[in-house]
Nanobody, 123 residues
Framework: QVQLVESGGGLVQAGGSLRLSCAASGSIFSINAMGWYRQAPGKQRELVAAITSGGSTNYADSVKGRFTISRDNAKNTVYLQMNSLKPEDTTVYYC?????????????????WGQGTQVTVSS
């Protein structure tokens, strides 16, 4: 089994900062891309930021310059530093990882999700 556990969400005033963390655990052989998504009520889940195992990053236009994704491969953990938060950033944030489990053929990846963490930005 593989689990992704998120932490760091909460309530913050506009202009403030939060740092989300997501730790992967279980029978992990390797982790490829990791990322953060968010989903507002009634809307599709959207990519916020992603990072490859080599450190290449990709961001949604709406968060460029404000959010920074990073990862600690030794801890199987991905982070999202969110600065200059806006009320429109309010929603649930989900961690995602493409993981090859121990005992699974190389190149076969599973798509895993965390349980979600609420971020609320007050105006």
């Amino acid at each position: 089994q593989v689990q992704l556990v998120e932490s760091g969400g909460g309530l913050v005033q506009a202009g403030g900062s939060l740092r989300l963390s997501c730790a992967a655990s279980g029978s992990i052989f390797s982790i490829n891309a990791m990322g953060w998504y968010r989903q507002a009520p009634g809307k599709q889940r959207e990519l916020v930021a992603a990072i490859t195992s080599g450190g290449s990053t990709n961001y949604a236009d709406s968060v460029k310059g404000r959010f920074t994704i990073s990862r600690d491969n030794a801890k199987n953990t991905v982070y999202l530093q969110m600065n200059s938060l806006k009320p429109e950033d309010t929603t649930v944030y989900y961690c995602n990882a493409l993981i090859t489990r121990i005992g699974v053929p190389t190149g076969v990846q599973g798509d895993y999700w965390g349980q979600g963490t609420q971020v609320t930005v007050s105006s």
